[in-house]
T-cell receptor, first 110, second 114 residues
Framework: QKEVEQNSGPLSVPEGAIASLNCTYS??????FFWYRQYSGKSPELIMSIYSNGDKEDGRFTAQLNKASQYVSLLIRDSQPSDSATYLCAVNAGFQKLVFGTGTRLLVSP | DGGITQSPKYLFRKEGQNVTLSCEQNLNHDAMYWYRQDPGQGLRLIYYSQIVNDFQKGDIAEGYSVSREKKESFPLTVTSAQKNPTAFYLC?????????????FGPGTRLTVL
């Protein structure tokens, strides 16, 4: 069974700080990695995708991938109260399927 | 506007009833998916379809059925055999022009059993 693990949180950070969200996965053959943001009662929204080792930056968001350690992270710089949500990590599981973690709840306090 | 629509937004089912959740996309995506989300849990795959007239069971297919007669549509039926159907149901799709394996979600249907 392919697994994706995330700390459920909540992760609490003050406004303006860097939030660091982490995810580990079990399948060494995974090639595609995604971060989704989900507000309470809403559907997941794609934030970032990453396919190669290293960092990928998009605005205030940076995804980091380390395939040797089977570890993917999401950094949110200059965190805003509007970033308060649950962040889901997803990893490809072959045949165009994704396996999702249970999500980390982020709380950004003003 | 291209996107994925799901209806209804809220659905109430009596014990023993079958109900059908609608999912439509106009993104010209080949692949479509149904997930179930329970409070505090991640998304679990119910069924997926990579092409019209073909679909495969996901991890929790028991008590559910699907059809894929048109590229744009992938309805999910929750049958009376599903013992605990109260959940948030999410439809997603992915296409060849998007980065590999990327899935986009519809707004979801919240199903409650009375």
């Amino acid at each position: 069974q392919k697994e994706v693990e995330q700390n459920s949180g909540p992760l609490s950070v003050p406004e303006g700080a860097i939030a660091s969200l982490n995810c580990t996965y079990s399948d060494r053959g995974s090639q595609s990695f995604f971060w989704y943001r989900q507000y309470s009662g809403k559907s997941p929204e794609l934030i970032m995708s990453i396919y190669s080792n290293g960092d990928k930056e998009d605005g205030r968001f940076t995804a980091q991938l380390n395939k040797a350690s089977q570890y993917v992270s999401l950094l949110i710089r200059d965190s805003q109260p509007s970033d308060s949500a649950t962040y889901l990590c997803a990893v490809n599981a072959g045949f165009q399927k994704l396996v999702f973690g249970t999500g980390t709840r982020l709380l950004v306090s003003p | 506007d291209g996107g994925i629509t799901q209806s209804p937004k809220y659905l109430f089912r009596k014990e023993g009833q079958n109900v059908t959740l609608s999912c439509e996309q106009n993104l010209n995506h080949d692949a479509m998916y149904w997930y179930r989300q329970d409070p505090g849990q991640g998304l679990r795959l119910i069924y997926y379809s990579q092409i019209v007239n073909d679909f495969q069971k996901g991890d929790i297919a028991e008590g559910y059925s699907v059809s894929r007669e048109k590229k744009e549509s992938f309805p999910l039926t929750v049958t009376s055999a599903q013992k605990n159907p109260t959940a948030f149901y999410l439809c997603a799709s992915s296409g060849p022009r998007d980065p590999q394996d990327t899935q986009y979600f519809g707004p979801g249907t919240r199903l409650t059993v009375l």
